[in-house]
Every structure is written in C-alpha cells, then in structure tokens.
C-alpha cells in the first residue's frame, strides 16, 4: 500500500477515540489509575517456599501508557485525551505483589533483584490490554497473558498458562471503559495468584514427598 494511502486510513477516527500516534502532545490528558483490590481464594494453599516476580513483558504497542481500543479486528486505536498511570504491565505486576502479599499465603514475595533467596519466580509476556468492541456496542476490558513458574534451582518450567478477562463495559464513555479495566485486572490477577499457589504447592509435594502430608 502507498505511504498516502496508509496515511489517510490512518486518519480515520472513531467517535471518542483517536489513532496510535493521533491528537497533540500538548492535549490535555486525564490520568487513570485502576487500583484493584484482589482477594486470594481461601482455599488456595499456603506455601513454604519463596517467589520472585521477573519484569513482565509486552510489545511497545500493547505495553503503553496510551490506553488501546480495537474497533474492529484488524485495527487498533486510543483513546484520545486519556493515559494510564501506569503501564499495563506495571499494573499487572503491582496488583500481583500486592495480593500476595497481603493473602499471607507466602513467607516471602518480591519483584525480582529485591535480594531474597527465591525458590520460584515467575515470568509473565503481556498479549492483550485494550478495550476490544468485538462486533458490540460497547468494549470489553480485554486483558490476555502468559504465565510461566519457573523453578528456580534448575530453571525448569514447572508449568506454563494463559490467562484472559473481558469484562463488558457499563458504556463507551471512557470512565466507564477504565472501570471494566479494574475489573478484568482484579478477576484475572486473583486467577493467576490462585494458580501460581496451586501449582508451586504441587510441585513442593512432587519434590519433597516425606516433607508433605
């Protein structure tokens, strides 16, 4: 396709949203923050061994402080006049840390280069953040990744999961949109605590059979 015809579908906007690279730098912005508060199942084990967090990644496009919208399948947009305060997979991490640490259900977690002597760590690669239309009325916060528990005395990958939310927002008004943004984190960070306990819990016990109930 010509550099002018690329141009012109990149001028394409969508009410209450602009393109990638779209609107001034000098544009007024509104800041969102999410702060989900996430509660770990009871039912999730309590461990005996210790996790680091390694730094998420994610494509440039997906991990931004722009806030992603797909119209349509094949095309990705922002919201105009609007920005996260943090990156998503800065949020991802945070609320991670934080619901772990708060459960109790472990005697040690910390982002990776805190200094403590971790048993596992885990490795996340961000796929999806963005407000997805998928053919609907309205967007839903669509949040997708991949998550890896390595252990950490001989780097083996004690198991691999992909993890997806989409929570439906209550509007196309971009508040609305950044609350279902809070809710599709809280839902699938609570998923990935759960898994992340389940699945270090069956491998102490694979491990270290005479040392478990």
């Not at 996790?51 to 919208?69: E, H, K, N, Q, W």
């Not at 939310?165 to 960070?189: H, M, N, Y």
């Not at 819990?201 to 040392?211: F, M, S, T």
Request: net charge negative; with cysteine; charged share 20%.
């Amino acid at each position: 396709m010509a550099r002018g015809a690329v141009a012109a579908v990149l001028c394409v906007s969508l009410a209450g949203c602009s393109l990638l690279g779209g609107g001034s730098e000098r544009e007024r912005s509104t800041i969102y923050a999410p702060d989900p508060r996430v509660g770990i199942d009871p039912s999730a084990p309590a461990a005996s061994w210790q996790l680091s967090l390694s730094p998420p990644s994610g494509a440039r496009s997906i991990d931004s402080f722009r806030i992603a919208v797909r119209p349509t399948p094949g095309e990705l947009q922002v919201y105009r006049g609007a920005s996260w305060a943090k990156t998503p997979t800065d949020m991802l991490q945070d609320a991670l840390l934080r619901a772990l640490e708060d459960s109790g259900k472990l005697p040690s977690v910390a982002r990776q280069g805190a200094g403590i002597a971790a048993d596992y760590k885990l490795v996340v690669d961000l796929r999806r953040f963005e407000a997805d239309y998928a053919g609907n009325a309205v967007p839903a916060a669509t949040i997708e990744f991949n998550a890896k528990l390595i252990h950490a005395i001989d780097q083996g990958i004690v198991d691999s999961r992909t993890f997806h939310a989409a929570q439906p927002a209550a509007g196309t008004d971009i508040g609305l949109v950044v609350d279902a943004f809070s809710r599709s984190l809280e839902d699938v960070t609570g998923e990935l605590a759960h898994w992340i306990l389940a699945t270090g819990d069956a491998h102490e016990r694979e491990a270290h059979p005479q040392a478990r109930r």
